[in-house]
């Protein structure tokens, strides 16, 4: 026997014993796993290992309220402005009785009065002309000449009401601007152009070169990727839910959105944003959530339809994150991120822009 056939022999030998210790056991494994050798990873675990990368850390927690802190004194400086140019008003008059004369003081008066914007809508005229009229006799003439501040004093109180309502929900907003920023990132690094829909004048634009802050202001994205065309809204009331759902993606264009909503294939994944940082409601917020889930899979199913389903959360304590975890390892919730956590929030956006 030739020198050459033992070589060739002892080649495939090498070759079969290396199979068999490398990729026939990895085939073993995932025959007993249940899973395929070349599997495509599921989405969570491309951010997450464990339920322990969803747990808040303290850090997250701390500047998540400083975080607000800056957002409730950016929205009190036009407050304070108010008042700045309110007391220069009043001061030039010496009696306060004479205020009321002053015609483009009466809306601050009625504020200062206790009034809020809300429910001056539903005053008449008379009704506002009594209640500044009680505010000047009863608190504002015995202060004397210090009536001016006392004035100023109590504008500032009835506007940190109108201000603490509009704080109740800022954690929303934060969370909804933070995914918003994110998933424009993830369109801009694709090179994929895109439109928003402004919250106010309720009108699609497009893309700008200069796209800073447009978050602020934003309650729809849609781009178009080869053929498919995907639109996000965000707050909206599912018609055949009968309940608002934080995050809704659609395959349709914005044109097509008031017949899409409508109908349940036109769905491709629904989410729930909670961008409250305080621990103690952490376990509130995902039951909310949870509920909210549970529910578009049961109606959707009733359809033979599963959608993509996820949740994103600013405060996610050790229990809430094993649920979650649960849930994600059985297929009941698809994916799942950290608000507070820059590289999940990326993650989960560049997700969904591929669905």
């Known amino acids: 026997?030739?020198?050459?056939?033992?070589s060739s022999q002892t080649a495939r030998?090498?070759?079969?014993?290396?199979?068999?210790?490398?990729?026939?056991?990895?085939?073993?494994?995932?025959?007993?796993s249940?899973?395929?050798p070349d599997a495509k990873p599921k989405p969570y675990r491309l951010h997450l290992s464990s339920s322990?990368?969803?747990?808040t850390s303290y850090e997250a927690i701390r500047a998540g309220f400083v975080a607000l802190a800056l957002?409730?004194?950016r929205r009190a400086t036009p407050f304070v402005e108010q008042a700045r140019a309110l007391k220069v008003a009043a001061s030039t008059v010496a009696n306060p009785a004479d205020l009321i004369k002053i015609e483009e003081l009466q809306r601050a008066l009625l504020t200062a009065a206790g009034v809020s914007d809300k429910a001056a809508r539903h005053l008449q005229l008379e009704d506002k002309t009594a209640a500044i009229l009680g505010l000047i006799e009863n608190f504002l003439a015995p202060a004397g000449t210090d009536f001016v501040e006392e004035l100023v004093f109590r504008f500032l109180l009835t506007r940190g009401d109108t201000l603490g309502g509009s704080m109740r929900n800022v954690g929303g907003l934060l969370a909804q601007r933070k995914l918003t920023r994110a998933l424009i990132s993830t369109l801009a690094l694709a090179g994929t152009p895109y439109r928003w829909l402004h919250s106010i004048s309720n009108s699609w634009a497009m893309m700008a070169s200069d796209d800073t802050d447009i978050e602020l202001h934003l309650r729809g994205l849609c781009w178009t990727k080869g053929r498919r065309q995907r639109t996000v809204i965000y707050n909206l009331t599912v018609p055949f839910l009968k309940?608002?759902?934080?995050?809704?993606?659609?395959?349709?264009?914005p044109e097509e959105l008031q017949t899409s909503c409508r109908a349940p294939a036109s769905y491709v994944a629904l989410g729930e944003l909670k961008g409250g940082i305080d621990p103690a409601g952490a376990d509130e917020h995902w039951k909310t959530a949870r509920t909210a889930l549970i529910r578009i899979q049961t109606v959707f199913g009733q359809s033979s339809?599963?959608?993509?389903?996820?949740f994103i959360g600013a405060a996610i304590a050790k229990k809430m994150a094993s649920e979650i975890w649960f849930q994600l390892e059985d297929g009941t919730l698809e994916n799942a991120a950290n608000l507070t956590v820059e590289s999940q929030v990326a993650s989960i956006s560049r997700w969904l822009c591929s669905l």
């Open 34 to 36: 249940g899973e395929k």
């Open 13 to 32: 030998a090498t070759a079969a014993n290396r199979w068999d210790n490398t990729d026939a056991s990895r085939c073993e494994s995932a025959f007993t």
């Open 1 to 6: 026997m030739s020198r050459k056939f033992l």
């Open 71 to 73: 957002e409730k004194n």
């Open 305 to 310: 339809l599963k959608p993509h389903t996820f």
């Open 243 to 253: 309940n608002n759902v934080d995050v809704c993606l659609f395959s349709c264009s």
């Open 52 to 55: 322990d990368d969803l747990v």
